[in-house]
Each structure stands twice: as structure tokens, then as C-alpha cells.
């Protein structure tokens, strides 16, 4: 079994940062990719950025590129998701998700909790 434990979420005003963690723990995958997603109330989930465990590779989300940044400590089993000039329309519940595929298709059922970040003008 994966846990995956996210933190660091809050209220935040426009133009504000944060940075949201996201601990890994149990089943071990040789290669994996992790992403994060984001999902406003009423809304579908979104890819927001996405990293590759092995290599540090990433990508972002269109709506996300420029301003948040991903990244991974190895050492710790953690993916951190740093988020600035943040914008109302950032306001959602942010999860983890671990891809054992690790090609970013993010098919596998390994969620997080999430954690809820609200961004007031």
C-alpha cells in the first residue's frame, strides 16, 4: 500500500505564496513519477505540475507554469509544490498522486488526503 500525506495548505491573499508537501510512504516503485492536482469546488480535477522521482523532469499545468514551482527531496520521500503570486482562481483543494508508470499518465488510484488552499482578493 502507498500513503500519500499532503500539508501546508492555509489562506492566503492574492500575490501571497506557499508551499505545500506531500509525504510518501509504504510500497516502494522502482520508478515513479508524482504530480499534483488541484480541484475547486463544482469543478473537475486539474493537473497542476508533475515530477519524475528518478530524474527531477517536470511539468506544469498551463494556468500554473511561471509561478509555481515542483520539486522532490529523496531523502525525505517528499514532493514540495512551491506557490507564488498566487490568484483567487488557485483557490481549491490540492492533492498528491504517485504514477508507478511513470509517464505521467497518473492512472493509478494513489491519492492523498488533499489539502485546502484559499486565495482571497
Known amino acids: 500500500q502507498v500513503q500519500l500525506v499532503e500539508s501546508g495548505g492555509g489562506s492566503v491573499q492574492a500575490g501571497g505564496s506557499l508551499r505545500l508537501s506531500c509525504v510518501i510512504s509504504?510500497?516502494?516503485?522502482?520508478?515513479?513519477?508524482m504530480g499534483w492536482f488541484r480541484q475547486a469546488p463544482g469543478e473537475e480535477r486539474e493537473f497542476v505540475a508533475g515530477?519524475?522521482?528518478?530524474?527531477?523532469?517536470?511539468r506544469y499545468g498551463a494556468p500554473v507554469k511561471g509561478r509555481f514551482t515542483v520539486s522532490r527531496d529523496k531523502s525525505k520521500n517528499t514532493m514540495y509544490l512551491q506557490m507564488n503570486s498566487l490568484e483567487p482562481e488557485d483557490t481549491a483543494v490540492y492533492y498528491c498522486?504517485?504514477?508507478?508508470?511513470?509517464?505521467?499518465?497518473?492512472?493509478?488510484?494513489?491519492w492523498g488526503q488533499g489539502t485546502q488552499v484559499t486565495v482571497s482578493s
Open positions: 498522486n504517485l504514477d508507478p508508470s511513470a509517464d505521467y499518465s497518473f492512472l493509478y488510484d494513489y
Open positions: 515530477i519524475r522521482w528518478i530524474d527531477g523532469n517536470t
Open positions: 509504504g510500497r516502494a516503485f522502482d520508478r515513479f513519477a
